[in-house]
């Protein structure tokens, strides 16, 4: 991917960065964090759970989908318990289980194409041209009979690839060709949403609060959140769904679980690396504060999203069945989220900041 090297004329200048990780990072805490406006709810079934990981873990080995560097990961990730908690009202488990392939595969394209870490092979440079033919994974290439033969067999070509494909596969065997081309449609703005965060560091620019915020309506949780209403075995209408404020209410349910990740992940991901974009970050950046206070303030950010949320959609939950239904299960995937979030103690902990 080629970027500039300078910022454009007439777009904001980069900030300096934020201050270095502070000591207090290292003192570590669990559980949900304070202040932050959730829905509780209850915990997964661990044989549910433990099923779809065993589906799972054998489709990801049958398809060769891991790399080295994958290896422990799986369990500590919890797929089952991830999607268990995030469709509670899903049909089937043969649904919950294509629900965990999806999400494995998002995690296994972001992880080896898009993280710059020694053993995964990302790299920003060529991630346009990877997350091209990612794409093509799950929107087929249509040519000549040679051309499309030979898609065939790059599609084979690692494990991000076979993913992505083989996942869409199944997907499609119970949803409509009308919800699958909403997936196909949001896997494309999460593309896009990678592509833009991987040119902000590779030049070093610093985004406004605002800029950044639009970035994680790209990059964000947006595929998983379209296939509720196919897991749970029906399906929200083409032109229902496409309406402006279903539109709207499915963005800030995806916005608001999407700052959610911020939270919970910063001390792993600043731990990783102390550059590493997020909202806390880049209120430090622009506003001048301490990583507490910006911090703090993201919480205040996220609830705000939450709360346009929960008071627009109970407005539409009012109109139809259908809708109530849909937003429902909007409702539901954000809930269980921040439930995997906040238990997830292999992978989160909070900053010492209460």
Known sequence: MNVPASTPAGAARPLPGPPSLPASLRARRTGVIPGLKYRPVAPADPAKAEEVDRRLEAWARELDLFPPAWKGDFAGFQFGRAVVLQHPRALDLDRL?????????????????????????????????????????????????????????????????????????????????SQTGRFVHDIA????????????????????VWEYLVMRQFNNFRPCLSIVDAVDGYELPE?????????????????????????????????????????????AANE?????????????????????????????????????RYAQGLSDWVAGNHEWHATNTHRYHLPDYW
Not at 189 to 208: I, K, Q
């Open 239 to 283: 032109a229902v769904h496409a309406r402006p404020e279903i539109q709207r209410i499915t963005a800030l349910a995806c916005n608001a679980t999407t700052l959610v990740n911020d939270l919970y992940s910063f001390t792993k991901e600043l731990a990783d690396d102390p550059a590493h974009l997020n909202l806390p970050q880049v209120v």
């Open 97 to 177: 289980t294509v629900a965990g392939e999806l999400l494995l595969a998002e995690n296994l394209v972001d992880s080896c194409y898009c993280e710059v870490e020694e053993g995964r092979g990302g790299s920003r440079r060529d991630l346009g041209a990877r997350l091209l033919m990612a794409q093509s994974a799950i929107d087929p290439h249509h040519g000549t009979a040679r051309s499309q033969e030979q898609w065939r067999l790059g599609m084979r070509a690692d494990g991000p690839l076979r993913s992505y494909h083989w996942a869409m596969k199944d997907y499609a065997e119970f949803a409509t060709p």
């Open 288 to 324: 001048g504060r301490g990583l507490k206070a910006a911090y703090l303030e993201s919480i205040e950010i996220h609830n705000r999203i939450m709360e346009s949320f929960e008071e627009e959609a109970a407005l539409l939950s009012a109109t139809s069945p259908l809708v109530e």
């Open 189 to 208: 703005r999460l593309h896009m949403g990678y592509l833009a965060e991987a040119a902000w560091a590779e030049t070093g620019y610093r985004p406004e």
